[in-house]
Structures are given as C-alpha cells and as structure tokens.
C-alpha cells in the first residue's frame, strides 16, 4: 500500500491550513460534508488503488435507455471506456476506515463490481457480497484472486431480496451502492430491479434495506452512496429521499450526509446543452448516505481507533 500515501490538501486541491493538517493526516482526508473525489491528491490516490489490478468493469453488459447518457451515470465513480459506471475505491477506503473496525464484516447487496470487495479486504475486512450475474460473480472472483492475499472476498450469486436475510453474515457496516432504478439496466432478469418501474422497484429495495437491518449488528453503521436520476420525461424521481425514507420505515436512524463532488470530464459540454435546451443543472456530485442502527456513542467504539 505504499502507493497510497495520506495526503494534506483541502477539497479543492489546495495545501491546507495548519489547523487542517492533522484533520488530514489522521483521517485520510478531513471528515467534512463535502468530499472533492476531483482534487490531485484523490485522483493519485484512486489511481494507487486502481493500479493493483482493480478492473472492476468487468463482468457488465449494461443496456441505456435513450435519453439517459452514460456519462451521467457516476455511481459515486467515474465511467470506464466500455460506457460501465466504475465505483470509486477512495469512497470505499474512506468508509471502511471511518465506519467499521478492522477484521469487521461488511456486506454489501448490491455488490456489483468487484472494486468495493477487494478494497475491503486490502485494509483488513471481511466482505460478502451479492449480486443476480453469476458472470459478474465470476469475473469478481477472477480478481480477487489475482490481488487478494488474505480475508479474500465473498461473492454470492443470488437474489438480494432473499438471499442477504438467508445467508448474509451478522454486519459491522453495511456498504453499498445500489441500481439507480431503470437508469442501468443490468438484465432481463424479472428479480433484477433495474428491470422494474420504480414503484416496483422502491417496494424490493425496500425489502432489502429491511434485510440488512436483520443482518446488521446493534450500534452499527450503514452507508449507501447513491444520486438523483431523473425519468423518462426528465423530472428527478426523489430517490435520494426515497432512500433515507426506505432506512427510516426500516428502523435506521438518518446520521451524516456526506456530498462526493465527482470529476467533471464532459461536463461543461452537456450541461451548456441541457440547461440551454431544458434548464437541466449538469449533475457533479453523488450523496453519501450513513445511517445509524442503535446509539451512536457505541457504534463509534464499536468502529475502533482511526
């Protein structure tokens, strides 16, 4: 891990302030609301990460519908050159590190790629995650194998609506980011919810949400990095809301929000279109959502020394 150095910069690029240095020698980066995953010292870091072998598009054959660019689908990363959004690995180191103890468990429903589970195991933690795609489950393990040395990752391939309450283990931290509703369409799959319309899809996501509550130990943390996505007519479909809605029916308590500003890359280009065409602001962040199950000051002990 030498690659990955802790740095002291502010979000925006900037040296920081002697007051800030220790915020961010400690931390990794200051734990502020607004995380800049567009500053030099977080693309060093991503790229530390992302030159261990990490490919985690692999796996993927995504379909998008008409209207709805790729570019706009950031997941809380960047989009690979296959048109595959690609999860942010300082996002997960950042998460684990600050959220759940080293040797805890995290699990992850909506597993996906395979960055959030090789980077839970570089620093220390167990991961089981799941996913429908038995091809994607493959290619996960695939590079895991290559990268891993010890606690490797746990994928299983199955329905999360089920499969997190059957066979998930007891959590220290949920972690994931799930399907932005029918913007990714990931299969033909009837289980899959990026194949619903959204209403069906908020009832499962709901479901599991309720499953992982079950899974998660008392005074725990739960974090999900998700973003607004609008419909087929264009309107945002609130699903940030529906998100910490969705956590609260279940029992969890709404703790932090934190705001990922993500690279800008075409941005400039698409949001002059867009907001000339239909006063559409450019989207250049994604939210990270923490949630609380049981009293905070034990699930801050629970997490361990920083």
Same mark, same amino acid.
């Given at each position: 891990?030498?690659?990955?150095?802790?740095?002291?910069?502010?979000?925006?690029?900037?040296?920081?302030?002697? =007051?800030? *240095? #220790?915020? @961010?020698?400690?931390?990794?980066?200051? $734990?502020?609301?607004?995380?800049?995953? %567009?500053?030099? &010292?977080?693309?060093?870091?991503?790229?530390?990460?992302?030159?261990?072998?990490?490919?985690?598009?692999?796996?993927?054959?995504?379909?998008?519908y008409?209207?709805?660019?790729?570019?706009?689908?950031?997941?809380?990363?960047?989009?690979?050159?296959?048109?595959?959004?690609?999860?942010?690995?300082?996002?997960?180191?950042?998460?684990y590190?600050?959220?759940?103890?080293?040797?805890?468990?995290?699990?992850?429903?909506?597993?996906?790629?395979?960055?959030?589970?090789?980077?839970a195991?570089?620093?220390?933690?167990?991961?089981?995650?799941?996913?429908?795609?038995?091809?994607?489950v493959?290619a996960?393990?695939?590079?895991?194998?290559?990268?891993?040395?010890?606690?490797?990752?746990?994928?299983?391939?199955?329905?999360?609506?089920?499969?997190?309450? =059957?066979? *998930? #283990?007891? @959590?220290?931290?949920?972690?994931?980011? $799930?399907?932005?509703?029918?913007?990714? %369409?990931?299969? &033909?799959?009837?289980?899959?919810?990026s194949?619903?319309?959204?209403?069906?899809?908020?009832?499962?996501?709901?479901?599991?949400?309720?499953?992982?509550?079950?899974?998660?130990?008392?005074?725990?943390?739960?974090?999900?990095?998700?973003?607004?996505?609008?419909?087929?007519?264009?309107?945002?479909?609130?699903?940030?809301?529906?998100?910490?809605?969705?956590?609260?029916?279940?029992?969890f308590?709404?703790?932090n929000?934190?705001?990922?500003?993500t690279?800008?890359?075409?941005?400039?280009?698409?949001a002059?279109?867009?907001?000339?065409?239909?006063?559409?602001?450019?989207?250049?962040?994604?939210?990270?959502?923490v949630?609380?199950?049981?009293?905070?000051?034990?699930?801050?002990?629970?997490?361990?020394?920083?």
């Amino acid at each position: 891990m030498g690659d990955l150095a802790l740095f002291g910069h502010d979000l925006f690029g900037d040296p920081v302030q002697p =007051a800030q *240095a #220790p915020l @961010a020698s400690r931390f990794t980066f200051p $734990p502020f609301s607004v995380l800049d995953g %567009r500053s030099g &010292d977080w693309q060093d870091r991503k790229a530390g990460w992302i030159s261990l072998g990490i490919e985690s598009e692999l796996g993927r054959d995504v379909e998008v519908y008409t209207g709805q660019s790729r570019l706009n689908i950031l997941m809380g990363g960047t989009i690979n050159s296959t048109g595959t959004s690609v999860f942010d690995p300082v996002v997960c180191e950042l998460a684990y590190r600050w959220f759940s103890p080293p040797g805890g468990q995290v699990v992850d429903p909506f597993a996906g790629g395979s960055v959030r589970g090789i980077v839970a195991s570089l620093l220390g933690r167990n991961y089981w995650g799941c996913d429908l795609s038995g091809d994607q489950v493959a290619a996960n393990r695939g590079q895991a194998d290559r990268i891993c040395r010890e606690m490797m990752p746990r994928w299983v391939c199955g329905d999360s609506t089920t499969e997190v309450a =059957a066979s *998930a #283990p007891p @959590a220290d931290l949920i972690f994931s980011c $799930p399907p932005y509703g029918d913007l990714e %369409r990931y299969s &033909d799959d009837p289980r899959d919810l990026s194949a619903m319309d959204y209403r069906e899809f908020i009832e499962g996501y709901r479901s599991i949400i309720s499953g992982c509550f079950d899974r998660l130990r008392n005074d725990r943390f739960a974090c999900f990095v998700v973003g607004e996505f609008r419909d087929k007519r264009g309107n945002y479909r609130g699903f940030v809301a529906d998100t910490i809605a969705a956590f609260q029916e279940c029992g969890f308590h709404y703790y932090n929000e934190g705001i990922l500003l993500t690279p800008t890359g075409t941005l400039p280009v698409r949001a002059g279109k867009q907001f000339g065409a239909g006063r559409k602001l450019g989207k250049a962040h994604q939210n990270i959502l923490v949630f609380l199950k049981g009293n905070a000051r034990a699930a801050t002990a629970a997490a361990g020394e920083l």
